[in-house]
């Protein structure tokens, strides 16, 4: 809080008036830039700069915001992007890539601490994969090395146990599944990490496009695992590295 | 259809009028004894006689119904009957026997004969062995042995693991689970015997009295798997007899 | 069990070294093949091979792991590919077979061993009949004779029970049903046959792409029924399968 | 409409001031008696007074009630009357009779004049028994002769196909069920006359107090169906009787 | 039943044998002519022939299925067929009739008895005609003269209530509304004659796509109403006819 | 109710007859003009002209009823008009305005008296955009200033709090929110005016197109909050103007 | 925002020291008093002290609040009281008043300055006035007056046209009703006033303990509708209140 | 992987014979003791023993669990203790402790290692105290220091913004909350760390017992978060600590 001492003493000194005090006061926080808001003050308050969600958002307010971000200098994330809006935004940004099963885009304009330990993404199905991929690639972009464990469903159990060693050598595991979502609570008993499960829309009928992995995983008999909203690989992936990098 | 033969073979040879032939036509099916409907082709159709599902009635209507089915020297089974439900039971039929956890009264009139495979009963937790009996004791009632195997949930993967030997060596599988209900995906990866799944009630939250683990079994995985209601442990037990016998 | 007790035996002998022993402990069960996991001891375990299902795959994986499963020579089934999906694998397997109502494709490559006995597929109305084909084509691609009664629904009840002698011989029954779902009860009323109720998506309003009939069937006061998800006929098809081949 | 004509014929007579005509066309239609608002142009609106819905007032809240209407020298009609409710009654009301089961309190003050034709309510199970009987004693208050079908549930479907006959006889038929509530689809398959389908709260797990029936019975593939509210009897015998008095 | 007593009587006289009589007793009730298993019984037991449902189903199935009742010189009526549907039926029938807005085709083939009452299909809003209409030329379809009563939601009770007198000459009143579904509690308070209830899917966001309305008419506080399917025009026409031609 | 009175003198007088004297009661309230009753009584009743919904109808019925309203001389509104029903509003109306976000069209033709307060439209989020110009536009069509206060959600609350004594400077607030919907709670704890809050169907997964939303508005914990159907900015605008020119 | 100001001028001054001037700045918003955290900046911000909700509080968790609030000498609101709870408050505030259906307790310990305009509440039926009361009393704690019309649900329309007059001279309206919730799109096209709908818990069977009722009023087809939460009263007194002293 | 190759050096020295070696194989995970399969492998798996869940167990149940976890000196933790699951654990282990409002048990046999950093539990109201308390107890018995902050949920977000250094100073936030559950989102944009969220059942009406939070939650647009099951105070205290002491 000093931020807020140097404005007090440089009041008390006389180097701000009344009027500029307050306002930097309140702009120490954010700033209006016409149709958005942008938060100044994210990093210093949780750490990393804001990220695009693109799904109800029209191309150009997509490259809006991705200028506006990539401008300062960081490097920039983009999630949920149609290839229209990838087009749109590698018109201007050469170096952005698309990850098209994953439907992330990323610039990287600066090179990330790397962390020392990794995380695991543990798929149940070759159908989750694109969710996986956006877990796996979000922690990535935060500079997390990933272990990616496919194909381990609870349906052929061994699979899963046969890979427990390499799982239980990951700080933290995603665990990703769709249908009866049962992964999380087979991977919370076999790990001593925290479990971050992720439910899918894969299914059909009484799946209800991933209501069923999700209320499975909410009421894991394992302890360990707390749960993401569906196919929110993004934020198994930023929270993963966030448990990561303490 | 030979009862059919006889009663038109009967009815052509001047037996029968037509009016007793139309009747005696009715009659091969079912009787009408007042508040009750009582069907006697349904050993005939299904195998098996009634059976008295106590839930939402008086203890009257219980006995009566009880009663009904003694008199005719059947081995007479209710399910879901209450303390009170079985001492006005017990005054009248002192071979009746209450199974407290399952709820179930059973009263043996005459031998079952035994079958030759078994079926077994696989549970996820404590908590869920009232349905789990309720599906044991049931199936013994037919005359099957049961094999019980408790407590070993997916959260524990290798308790089930080892016993999968045990598992294999029973002609059905019943997997009884509430929470997330992950078990019968377990169990249906491990065996090529069908597996009927019971989810029950057991669990807090979003457990929503079962409805969780009804629909991860139904959007289960692994094949060969299939659901019944709720905390139906009879109606589990009832079908694996069926299949064990056939 | 004699596989392990082989490396144990070998392990001892000299012939495998502590390193061979233990991937030979593993490599019983599985295989890792890049993007897919392959699950040999799935026949071991559960008694058939595994079964393609397209929905959420691309064309590319849908014909990978079709390849992978016809190079060890079994027969081959994949279960929801779209007619693009259809014409990538017949490019590459001239002897694929596409069953369009039901969207499944199947390979055969050797001889099935037939059952004895045989699967009643009932239906109660026409638009349920891709579902109920999807089932009826499984048990027949495991070597099941299926006898196929159609249009039987309850508000026409006489034409089911005009065909209940047939559904009798039957050693299984599967009855597939939209909108309200009572097939099964009736059905289940009238045999002492395992029945395998699956709910369609046929229907509007209040039905709600099936839920109506997965809860009636759930429901159901007719003994012996259980109930798989909603148009999986598939499941139904291969639950069926193993209980008539036991 | 004559008595608006009366109003404004005594207003242009003079007979009326300004002030009463207004007052009178507002009369005709009920009237404030504290807290309650009397509907006194129910019967002309709807052919009948006003029946007691007891289950969330007071005792005392359902004897006003039931006292103003009496003091008109109507037959006075309550549900769902606690048998507290029932004895604060008949204090004043010695004539009342409480039909226990159904939670119905009737008091007869004039002949009522009787239907020409009978309304048959039939019903799935006996613990269906309590809401049938709701609704054959609404309509017998009304007058209509009732036909009680008991007992013939679809999972026994020759019970109810013996009484089809019977059930042909009256002019409209009650079909009462609980769990899969499959009756209303069968019986409306055996007769010509409308069919009205009441779903009862009975049944366990994933009948869900009657949601499951009332689904099942909205989506009947049988045609002349409608649907009341879970437990409804009373709006089942009063529909009944208007429609078999037209 | 003197169908049966014919049989019956030739068989003993042995203008049938056995067998014959077995299969005529049968024949009564359907024939199955392949894919489709005719109802004939069904106008002796509900007074109708059959009507296509043709949501589900290929230009083949229903115009084989429009043949197949067309061929027996019956009325036909067709419901929620789509133009391509309504053009397949137009190369064979050229009497068909489209009625674009409802999706309903009829072919009129022998006069219909008219009925002497009418029945009143009362609309609440412009976006509700569409099922209005299917259940207006249902009725109509069926001989009823039909009074159209349109625009009259209870946002503005007094257009309803202008018309009360119109809709009170009908014998039956089918009231048809979306979002909030008041109407038929409305109506019902206005009218001693059945009001046949029909939600609508029409409506956004809490409406979900019909069930708001549904459930509204499902608790109406109005005695004489009852539910037919969301969208359901043609079920509330067929069972205003039943009723109105009792 | 002046109007009813000249009714009536007139009527004494015998300036009007009975016949016209009941007509003139009636058309007070509404006007029947073929497929819409005209709802002549609204402004008297409730302050405003009709506004058009246009997403359940034709073109042809959005332009009728368009020009119904205009030929009154009244401003028109329709809501949910699609760019195919601008289009042929245009063709009409040269003066029509389409809000192309909004998806609102306008017509002013004739000056609306300017509220002396403002509203506050205050926004979670850039995808929320669309419906809170809705409520925007809706409020400014009623001729009331409207403060707009963007991308302010909960999760950089700090943004909110900067804006506070512009909020409070409004004399309602509508607050748009889509995912978890806090924003109502967090702006209704910082003013002293109505809250009127609008879940938008912005969101994925679990946010099941604005039932989160919705729900966690309803169970606000500040004061001062109410809410609309999700999506409904028309209604909140609508509801700000009447509470704004109380 | 006169406060900061002087907190900043004494801070220059040295009449605060800068520790103190930090806490100053916090201390104008809530102060920690143990268990409890005093919200004192509310009455600035939202223009009403806190109001005690005991629903889920202990008897002494609930007297503690009230004394807390008491002891600044402000009038004190608790809802949901229970009369345990009740008891506990009495025995220290002598002139604490209980409100038995309403569950309301009030101390009335000055003044309040009386609105000069009133508030209608309107309700459905006889088992709504707990709810309704509970509104009617909150916004009489606040000084309104408050206009109290019961008993004219829609089934029974004359009985609310009657009194519409009544109602349109209110400056808000509170609408209550359970069951089908119809009562507030009924008012709403009577009136030009902002219409607080109240969804009550009162119905049975698919009234679903009030949802129905409000998913009824959110789909209102009038507008200047809002919706609270299901029997929230209070919410409805208090925000009725707040716009009618605008 | 020691034990393995122990087992199989031993077995190779001849140490150990073939049917020891398979038995030694499974016992390194499990072993059966009657009606509990006691999961020794657990500490290594997962690094803490098993906890008792006393829900729906039995008194007897629960201090038989206790007793076999108390007997391997080990802390010993028992959640959803009734009194009466207390009464009996206490008069075998005096040292138990009972922690009423959170209804765990504690038994402290050994010393735990503290945690260098603090974990924090925020809180919404004080009805949410005993969830938030079962959170707080679980991480103390993990030995994790706990910083408690009451009663700031979203309504008064001046409170929660004066204690965000207080909370920025924890390595991991617990979040506690019912109703609209926002104060994780508002939490987690005020902090650089793991943010577990945890709605309660409190709330009434809409909240459907915690579901509103729950989804509220689910949907957070802030990053960082994660949610577990309702009213699971155990299940993120217990995942607080794992990730405290990475």
């Known amino acids: 809080m000093s931020d807020l001492e140097t404005i007090l003493t440089s009041f008390k000194n006389g180097t701000l008036d009344l009027k500029t005090a307050r306002t ?4 120490r926080f954010f700033e209006d830039v016409g149709h958005t808001t942008i938060d100044h003050d994210r990093i210093r308050r949780t750490g990393s700069a804001e990220v ?53 885009v990323t610039l990287q304009q600066k090179a990330v601490d790397p962390a020392a330990t990794s ?12 969710v996986a991929e956006e877990a796996a690639l979000t922690a990535e972009f935060y500079g997390n090395p990933v272990l990616r464990i496919r194909d381990v469903g609870v349906a052929g159990i061994h699979r899963l146990l046969a890979r427990a060693d390499e799982i239980r050598s990951a700080q933290v595991v995603i665990a990703v599944a769709g249908m009866e979502g049962a ?3 087979a991977v919370g008993g076999l790990v001593d990490k925290p479990v971050i499960a992720v439910p899918t829309s ?20 394992a302890s360990g695992v707390s749960v993401v909203n569906i196919d929110n690989g993004f934020g198994a992936g930023y929270l993963a590295s966030m448990i990561n990098r303490l």
């Open 24 to 27: 930097a006061i309140d702009a």
């Open 52 to 104: 695009i969600y693109a799904e109800h958002k029209t191309p150009t307010q997509v490259v809006d915001a991705f200028a506006a971000l990539a401008a300062r200098g960081e490097n920039v994330l983009a999630t949920r992007v149609s290839s229209e809006g990838f087009r749109a935004i590698a018109e201007r940004f050469t170096g952005a890539e698309y990850h098209t099963a994953a439907r992330l």
């Open 119 to 130: 995380i695991a993404v543990v798929t149940a199905g070759t159908s989750d994969l694109p």
């Open 183 to 185: 992964l999380p609570s």
């Open 202 to 221: 894969v299914g059909y009928g009484a799946s209800f496009g991933g209501i069923t992995a999700l209320l499975s995983m909410l009421n894991s008999c």
